[in-house]
Structure formats: C-alpha cells, structure tokens
C-alpha cells in the first residue's frame, strides 16, 4: 500500500478501451479497480484491491485483459442452462427465477438482461473526487423492465456504491424483485473465517434449503444474529430470509462485503430470501434436473434480493447497495456504511482498576485523515460527553485493534462509549458499548 500517494494517484478514472471481442470501462482510484463489460450484459468481471482479484471469472471464456478468447461468443445467448456462457463476475437479474410461467424470469441464459448488451455513460467529477459510470439494458419484451446498474467510486476509498433499477417499459403493471449476483472463486477452507457470513436480524429461521443440486449446502448459525456458509463439495443454494443487510465473503483475496437494505414486512422472493448463497464444485456428469448444468469450476454467488415491487408502466424501482473490500481477518461480525467488525466491540473494567480495556477489530473502507476517537459518557449521563483521541491511524482497508490501546482511566462500569473514525464530535460513529 503507498503511504504517501501523489495527488494524480489518489484521484478516480473512469475510460473506456478496446479488449478482444468488445469493449470495456476501466474505474479505479489508487486502491480499487473495477473492469465493467456492457457488452456482456453490464457485468463487473474484474474488481481488485491493492491487485488481489476478488472476482471469479471464466478463464475459458476470458482472457487476462478480460477480452473474449472466441470473439463470435460475445452477443445474446438464448436456450438451456447448459448453454448459458458463464462469463462470471457480478450482474443483476429480475426476480424470480422460475420456467413455468410470464411470472417468472427464464434465465440465464437470458438474450437481453443476461447476455445483452448494456449502453455505457460515464460522470466524473472535474478533480477526480468520483466517478459514476451507469449501465443500461435494453428494453426486454419477457420481463417489461429496462434494468440499470449505476457504480459510484469516489477517492480514498475501498468501497464502492452500487445501485440497481428497473423501468417497466411495457404498457402493463409489472411485479419483480431486483437480484444481484455476485460470483467470487470457491476454494477449500484454508484460513479459519473462511466462507460466507451473514447477517441475521433474528426475525426468522436462519436459512431455508431452495435448491439442491448434489445437496443442500450446510449452514453454521452463531446466536441470533451471525450464520457462516464453510466451504464444502456441494451444488446447491440456502436462503436466509432473516438476512439483516449483509452478506460477506472471506478467501484469499481477502474479504469482500455487500450491504443492502431489508424490508421487514414485504414480500421476497424464495421462500422469503433477502439474501442467497449459491456453491458449486466440479462435476463429472451434468445435472438432468438443473437443465443439464455441469460446473466446472469451485464457485461461491453471494446474492442479494430487494422486496417485490410492483411497477406501474413508465415507473422505476430501485435498490441502493455498497460493496467493501478489505483484508483477510477472519469470521465477519457486523458490517456497516463505514466498514466491518472481525471481532465484536467490547468493554470491561476490571475489578482491580486500572481503568477500562477495549477489545474488538475494525476494518474502515475510507482514509479518514484522522485518527480513532473515543466518545466516553457516563452510566447515568450526569456527567458530560467527552473525547479521546487515540493513536490508531485510520487508513482504509487497514485493520484497527482496539485490543492495543492502553486502559482507559477514569471509566467506570456502565459508562457508554461510541467508536467514532476520525476526529471531532461529528465523525462517523462505527460502535457503540456500554462498559461491563
């Protein structure tokens, strides 16, 4: 990581260039890179922090600039699942997914949302604070919906915003839920925490058995609040229809976390999910009642679902997402706007004195110029709010250990504390405790 990046470094860029077979838009701050392919119906097939790659995309299909190895394969695709020409990376489909009927999306393959080709625009700001770049399908005759997807990256940062639309462009009501599928490369577990964790918000069974290829995939629930997805041999997808708003993914590359909005109340689709975790490993026979699919490769989707909405013609739904990247440090606790726990915040004083101790582990997805700032109350709020300045630099991606600061003196059991990144009273609040 440069410390010490030169203006030109830090700001956003957003171009477009020539690969084979199509074209691609190129966004990037000095830590992130996105590669977008409108060609290939809006997909992200590449995102990299620091060069580590995060994505799974098909090296069958794509070389390594993310051009078509088979250039004539780069246009809408229609037919079974078989012949659906897994390009990988993330994109965003209607839901649900289903063949029996105009209900339900018949994808992928898919020639228009899926395999078609989106229209690109580019914004960026003058001084290189950000970028947006929005793709946008074409009007789809099965569905009704023109499908958006609108990437905003901004300097500093290791996150970035993603949001999801649909405009019914038919001449009748429709009803859809907006999915988003992200694909990341499966592996054996090798690091503990690796997997997916989601969030839960204890409304509901943890997870649902939906599809089963070989099997349905085994989920590990821990309290009310956390479930974790190991790695494991299996074709199948769970549903998590209590999800609180996140999902996240811990491998190599390091973690990777969308966080989405939830509707408590509304309608989903499956069976209820707001969230879905889709494995498959390679198989040596395809499956008959998967419309003979046959995975070739070890793939985790992480995917998020908005409510039903039905949509009046000329009318729009939405759904506002961010996605964070960080390093390895594994099980994911809690993730918010401003970056993820690995280890839950916490605080004790001692009965021996000696002042209160913290423990907890923060990843923040931005470089706050500051540093980690203590708010410290009282257990009765008769005395004021003050703050303590720690020396824990915040820089994005880079882990923050409360466990290393000194004891604080003066802190009595019961008092509150809030975690704030940066400096000041007015600084992004990221936890909160109450001492024991």
Not at 273 to 283: G, Q, S, T
Request: with cysteine; glycine share 14%; aromatic share 6%.
């Amino acid at each position: 990581m440069n410390d010490n990046p030169s203006l030109d470094e830090t700001r956003v860029h957003a171009h477009s260039r020539r690969v084979s077979g199509h074209t691609v838009v190129d966004l990037s701050n000095d830590r992130l890179a996105l590669v977008l392919a409108p060609e290939l119906g809006g997909r992200i097939l590449s995102l990299t922090l620091d060069g580590r790659e995060f994505l799974y995309r098909s090296a069958a299909l794509l070389d390594e600039e993310c051009g078509a190895r088979d250039p004539s394969l780069v246009g809408p695709h229609d037919g079974e699942m078989a012949n659906w020409r897994n390009w990988g990376g993330d994109k965003t489909w209607p839901a649900p997914q289903g063949w029996s009927g105009p209900d339900e999306w018949a994808g992928p393959p898919d020639p228009v949302l899926d395999s078609g080709p989106y229209t690109p625009h580019i914004e960026a700001d003058p001084d290189g604070q950000w970028a947006v770049v929005t793709l946008t399908s074409a009007d789809d005759p099965r569905t009704g919906l023109r499908l958006g997807r609108e990437i905003r990256l901004g300097a500093g940062r290791t996150d970035f915003e993603l949001r999801l639309t649909g405009v019914n462009t038919s001449d009748r009501p429709v009803r859809w839920a907006l999915w988003n599928v992200t694909q990341l490369p499966g592996h054996p577990a090798r690091e503990e925490g690796d997997g997916v964790w989601v969030g839960l918000d204890g409304s509901g069974p943890a997870a649902t058995h939906l599809v089963a290829g070989t099997g349905n995939p085994g989920v590990e629930q821990f309290g009310p609040h956390l479930a974790h997805v190991p790695a494991q041999d299996v074709v199948g997808k769970a549903g998590f229809p209590a999800a609180s708003g996140w999902i996240a993914h811990v491998g190599p590359a390091g973690t990777w976390a969308h966080r989405f909005p939830v509707t408590p109340g509304a309608g989903y689709p499956d069976e209820g999910a707001r969230a879905e975790v889709w494995l498959e490993y390679p198989l040596d026979e395809p499956l008959a009642h998967l419309g003979g699919l046959r995975p070739t490769q070890r793939i985790v989707e992480c995917e998020v679902l908005g409510p039903y909405v039905e949509v009046a013609p000329g009318e729009t739904m939405h759904l506002d997402t961010s996605v964070l990247l960080g390093p390895h440090g594994g099980a994911v606790t809690d993730v918010g706007p401003w970056g993820w726990w690995n280890q839950a915040l916490a605080a004790e004083v001692p009965r021996s004195g000696g002042g209160a101790r913290l423990s907890g582990r923060f990843v923040p997805c931005l470089d706050s110029g500051g540093t980690l700032t203590l708010r410290i109350g009282s257990e009765d709020g008769s005395r004021p709010e003050r703050l303590h300045r720690t020396d824990l630099a915040v820089l994005a991606g880079a882990a923050l250990d409360l466990g290393e600061l000194p004891p604080l003196p003066g802190v009595e059991a019961g008092t509150q504390m809030d975690v704030l990144i940066g400096e000041g009273a007015d600084a992004p609040v990221v936890g909160s405790v109450r001492c024991s």
